[in-house]
């Protein structure tokens, strides 16, 4: 193992999306990989359920397939119109922050077969069945089952010197990518694809946030 110091509060507040500082061309070793699966897998889940499931994918034509999928998606998903939740990534504040992200998005897109692994984090069980889909406890159950162990998986990458970054876009093409890795579309959920890779540097700053008053409410909300 090898974990470069960094106190707690250092892990969390540095451990950023990483896409233009991923090293392609160090390869990442299978079990440090499993190392950050063990401590992924000491993350709470609902009724101790621990239904957990990682596909760790080195395959090259496999990881080719899965990222033209992925920047179709990411094409997508720049050229379309603001979104209501998305509409706040427009304010002036935000303008230089968000460029940033969507510049270092787009190289991520365009580099998801360079990256030596890709983690896809998922759960076996359909979330979004007729009978499921509305019943809000399930989904918050069922979500908070696999993405505290996720995240477990990405600070214990960073604490090892690699870097990774939460995506979702390519799950506008779940299925096609459920074929690629053998996965029970029917019977299984992915929920995130985390590229991993060593990072170029290992110092990383604090991500720019919010200010607290507007997101912490002492007795009752606040809009
Ligand atoms: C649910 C979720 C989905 C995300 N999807 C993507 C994605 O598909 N592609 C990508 O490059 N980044 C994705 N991100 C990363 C965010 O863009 C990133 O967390 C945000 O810009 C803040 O940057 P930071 O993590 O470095 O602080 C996603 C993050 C979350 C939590």
């Known amino acids: ?37 063990e401590l992924a897998m000491q993350a709470p889940s609902s009724s101790n359920g621990q239904g957990w499931q990682f596909i760790v994918v080195y395959d090259t034509e496999k990881k080719r ?41 787009a190289y991520l897109a365009a580099h998801i077969k360079d990256v030596p692994v890709l983690v896809f984090p998922c759960l076996p069980v359909r979330l979004d069945s007729p009978e499921k889909a509305g019943n809000v406890q399930f989904q918050a159950s069922m979500y908070a089952s696999i993405i505290p162990a996720a995240w477990n998986f990405m600070l214990a990458a960073r604490a090892r010197g690699l870097g990774s970054c939460w995506t979702t876009l390519h799950l506008a093409y779940e299925r096609e990518i459920a074929e690629i890795l053998q996965i029970p579309f029917a019977e299984a ?3 995130a694809m985390i590229p991993v890779a060593y990072s170029l540097g290992t110092k990383f700053k604090p991500g720019p946030r919010k200010p607290l008053g507007g997101v912490m409410h002492l007795d009752r909300w606040q809009a």
């Open 65 to 105: 397939r899965i990222g033209e999928y992925y920047k179709q998606a990411y094409d997508h998903y720049a050229a379309s119109p603001r979104s209501p939740d998305r509409q706040h990534l427009d304010s002036p504040d935000m303008r230089v922050t968000q460029e940033r992200v969507l510049n270092s998005s």
């Open 189 to 191: 959920t992915q929920i």
């Open 1 to 37: 193992m090898s974990c470069q110091h960094l106190t707690p509060d250092e892990l969390l507040a540095t451990t950023r999306s990483v896409r233009k500082r991923l090293d392609f061309s160090k390869p990442v070793d299978i079990a440090l990989v499993a190392e950050c699966i």
